[in-house]
């Protein structure tokens, strides 16, 4: 999730993040509420798996660039 708010400068940059603002302050919510917790191992894979199908989702429009490996 991270590397999905990582986005938000490209985003603003080519004047797509007021499409995306209220999706990003929920990630920053979510984000933080998941620093809380203890995660399982197939947790941290489902969130990466989704962060992953996230990002090839925004790949096809040529307008993001290298994506990041979630940490």
Same mark, same amino acid.
């Given at each position: %999730?991270?590397t999905i /708010?990582?986005? =938000?400068?490209? %985003?603003?940059?080519h004047g797509l !993040?007021? &499409? &995306? #603002?209220? !999706?990003f302050s #929920?990630? *920053?919510?979510?984000l933080d509420q998941?620093? *809380? %917790?203890? $995660?399982?191992? +197939?947790?941290? !894979? *489902? /969130? =990466?798996s989704?962060t992953?199908? &996230? /990002?090839s989702?925004?790949r096809? +429009?040529g *307008?993001m660039? +290298?994506?990041r490996? $979630?940490q």
């Open positions: %999730m991270q /708010l990582e986005l =938000e400068p490209q %985003m603003h940059t !993040e007021p &499409f &995306f #603002a209220r !999706e #929920a990630l *920053r919510v979510l998941i620093d *809380r %917790m203890n $995660l399982l191992e +197939s947790d941290v !894979e *489902r /969130l =990466e989704a992953a199908t &996230f /990002l989702e925004l096809p +429009s *307008r660039i +290298s994506p490996v $979630l």
